[in-house]
């Protein structure tokens, strides 16, 4: 039997950062999460990251530079695994972080960094739910929309890093809605959390949590009904714009919003097939993500660092 190895998967959210431990199996040995603190410098929280991280593994004698420690791997929203820079993240405040540097920094082993969604993408496709499928897109909903690109079993990221930004496609609509990029009518625009309580406001005049949503949506609400057809429709147009480019057999649903569970997966799945291009018109499954469904990026995190080091 040889060394255990370890690795961290953290996901730096726009509400929560999320910290797990795991070993090179993908067994979730320990898991934490923390507010993501905007006000202070990104340097500072990384750094508090590492604080946290290393108590959370007190037990297991791992501290700052331990050789069975093989990395830590770090999501966010906008970073680059190239350049190792998050050039501009507006749900983090953040611009020209050098996080990558910092995690190396605090942590004092080698880290890689990506985009968020897209490190969701590698976790669900390495023990998740895109285990068995070749070429899927995951799509996370939560305090902004994301997306991960696998193709041909692997993470395609663009030419420079910063490919499948799959919650800024455009989405035509009556409505005029600013996106958090500033640009409008995004898809995140809609289905941010944000903006779907943007929506169920408009639609009911009153101001549910997406909680309550999924709550009444399952006890057969009709108010919650005509929400939940609203948001599906908006979200399948997005998705067809992606279907029609990549040809994906699954759009994998993860995030905070995606816990309405698969029965919201189904009204997606049957607005999908209205929309889409009769060539992929029943093809294409939409199904819950299941390692990054409440755990984000981490498992993703870790096996990136498991995949770079056997490079
Ligand atoms: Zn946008």
Same mark, same amino acid.
């Given at each position: ?6 690795? #961290? ?102 880290? +890689? ?18 285990? !068995? ?51 409008? !009518? ?57 279907? +029609? ?5 699954? #759009? ?16 997606? %799945? %049957? ?27 981490? #498992? ?12």
């Amino acid at each position: 039997m040889g060394d255990v190895h370890y690795a #961290f998967g953290i996901d730096i959210g726009g509400t929560n950062t999320k910290i797990g431990f795991f070993d090179q199996n993908g067994t979730l040995l320990a898991f934490h999460h923390i507010p993501t603190d905007k006000n202070i410098p990104a340097n500072l929280f990384v750094e508090k990251i590492a604080q946290e991280s290393f108590a959370l593994v007190s037990s297991y004698g791992i501290k700052k530079g331990d050789h069975r420690l093989n990395g830590v791997g770090a999501g966010a929203p906008m970073a680059n695994f190239y350049t190792g820079v998050v050039s501009e993240a507006p749900n983090l405040g953040w611009k020209n972080v050098p996080l990558k540097n910092l995690f190396t920094e605090h942590f004092g082993v080698p880290s +890689v960094i990506e985009n968020d969604a897209n490190l969701a993408a590698v976790g669900e496709k390495r023990w998740g739910a895109g285990k !068995n499928l070749s070429d899927f897109i995951l799509i996370t909903l939560g305090t902004g929309v994301g997306a991960g690109l696998i193709m041909r079993n692997k993470l395609y990221r663009g030419h420079d890093g910063l490919g499948a930004e799959g919650g800024h496609v455009l989405i035509p609509h009556e409505k005029k809605r600013l996106c958090s990029c500033g640009g409008m !009518n995004h898809l995140e625009s809609f289905l941010s959390a944000k903006g779907i309580k943007q929506t169920i406001h408009e639609l009911t005049g009153e101001d549910w949590t997406i909680e309550k949503l999924g709550t009444l949506y399952h006890e057969g609400n009709q108010r919650a009904k005509t929400i939940i057809n609203t948001i599906s429709e908006e979200l399948a147009t997005g998705l067809t714009s992606m279907a +029609v480019m990549f040809g994906p057999e699954a #759009f994998v649903i993860g995030g905070g919003v995606s816990k309405l569970g698969d029965s919201f997966n189904t009204v997606i %799945e %049957e607005k999908l097939n209205q929309l889409v291009h009769f060539s992929l018109k029943g093809k294409i499954k939409v199904i819950s993500a299941t390692v990054s469904s409440d755990k984000g990026a981490v #498992f993703g995190g870790a096996a990136l660092i498991f995949e770079e080091l056997k490079k």
